[in-house]
């Protein structure tokens, strides 16, 4: 997600979002943390759903 789309998400102004990488650091990294902790779980799923695929095709070959 773009800072835009985090700011939107979280419903505040962007403006604000930005400003709190300098006067909330703490808060900020916890927030791009939360949101690159959810972006490794989706992508783990997929890889997860793409061995159970292989795995599939070799046991029908």
Known sequence: MT???IAH???IDVKTFRNWKTTRP???QTIMK???FD???NQSK???ENM???K???AFQ
């Open 39 to 41: 972006d490794m779980l």
């Open 56 to 58: 599939e095709k070799k």
């Open 34 to 36: 939360g949101f690159k």
């Open 46 to 48: 997929k890889n997860y």
């Open 3 to 5: 800072k835009v789309q």
């Open 9 to 11: 998400f979280l419903n």
């Open 52 to 54: 159970i695929k292989i």
């Open 26 to 28: 703490n808060l900020y």
